[in-house]
């Protein structure tokens, strides 16, 4: 008898469900709504926001402005301005952490740091954390650390993508810390993060095969893909049900399930019943 | 023909310089010179400062109270106090570089952090600094961050012991940065650690023998020594040139010298004409 274990903590984060529901609610209030880019990084609930109504536009337009909801990830301060300077009203869907994280960078430039962030070179969320202060220094790896910061800084400030890989904050903080007189870091890796992270750090070695449900976009899912692939080679991500192939459970007794945090329910559930299914044949 | 290379940053720091000369200079103005301890941790220093005429004593007194010499590794507040009120004349020979050490550990606990010294449990530099704060935690090794502090802080402030290595302080701060919230670190190792650990790291790897003077009481001789050890077993601590044995050069083709920062330069020279001598015999 094969055994499935769904990870106690997976799919949806609260930041997540949240601005899904904001979304969905502005569409009942309203006929013009739209975003600028895609709500969160998963084709399904990209989907169903669309099939509700909800607009993704690429520019903002005085050409009759509606309801302006600015997504999960948060937003550089420019569109707040330009958004209301066109009359656009804004619906604030940014994720409550991510604002925090914005006000830390601020402060931290505010009291003379030389503002470092932790995170994927040209994701939404980086992109609006660098976009608070007047001057940021991104690292995505260790390796670039040099590169970035090639002599020594008095004060440094540290925040972190609020879904980083923590060993990877651990490994450029180490490298951060020898580069400076003070370092200053706020850990803003949020705590799903640290949750699924934590359990696909153990999943994987109490598991014959692992699968990892999210969208091949989603920067959080494919971190989960990467540690969980490092602990066991039968490791799969899936973006759906369909996705899941018969030959990875022929040799498996266990099989452990995840899922990034935009990844919804349904598209779980669509992928267990799937496994159920072709384990059961 | 046996190379021989003395490291180009070893023996006295400036700081221990300071110390023994404003020792020698006290010693020649007065005949009541006292300590609170050694020195500096080597016994030919301790020797040769104790010939000048000046006294170790284990407490202050009263009577007949003279110039009270403040050692190189820095002095706990009460220390001052109750010299100064027992009509002591005090002559702080403390590192100006420990001092600031203080000076960060007290703004640190001013502003609400949490202080940790990274240091070594019951070095005089770390008893000190401690002695300057309320309340602190002292932390040697990563294996201890978790006893020590066993729950989330909110904010942690982190100083280190000035000649602390720097991997191991990297391997506490990877450890503290997933603890808390808020860190503020300050890199108080100073800069003649910096340059001898920095030199310790490739020596032993372009020579064939690493010779390391200095005394066995003294943490950042012993510290070399270790570093030393991990990149080439031929590695041997001397306190003088007496120590150097014959065998450990027989299949040698190259000799690197080093000391620690309590290590007179006569002890240095001793040693490398020791090694001279039986190389040429």
Known sequence: ??????????????????????????????????????IVHNEHVIKKIDEAGVKVITEL??????????RAHGTVPEVYAEAKKLGYKIV?????????IHEFA????????KVVIIGDYGHDEVIGISGHVKNSIIISKPED??????????????????????????????????LCREMKYYDTICKPTKLYQAEIRTMPKENDVIIIAGSFTSANTKRLTEISRSL???????????????EWFDNAESIGITAGASTPNWIIDQVINRIRHIIEE
């Open 106 to 113: 601020r402060r931290l430039e505010e009291d003379g740091y």
């Open 1 to 38: 008898m094969k055994k499935i274990t769904l990870a106690k903590h997976s799919g949806f984060c609260f930041g997540v469900k949240m601005a899904v529901d904001k979304a969905l609610k502005e569409a009942q209030k309203s006929d013009n709504v739209v975003m600028l880019g895609d």
């Open 61 to 70: 337009s005085d050409k009759n402005p509606g309801t302006l909801l600015l």
């Open 92 to 100: 604030d869907a940014s994720c409550p952490l991510v604002l925090e």
């Open 145 to 178: 650390v040099e590169q970035k910061i090639p002599s020594r800084v008095k004060r440094l400030g540290i925040v972190v993508q609020s879904t980083q890989n923590i060993e990877n904050a651990q490994k450029i903080v180490c490298k951060l810390m020898v």
């Open 232 to 246: 066991n080679p039968n490791s799969y991500q899936v973006e759906c049900g369909d996705d899941v192939k018969k």
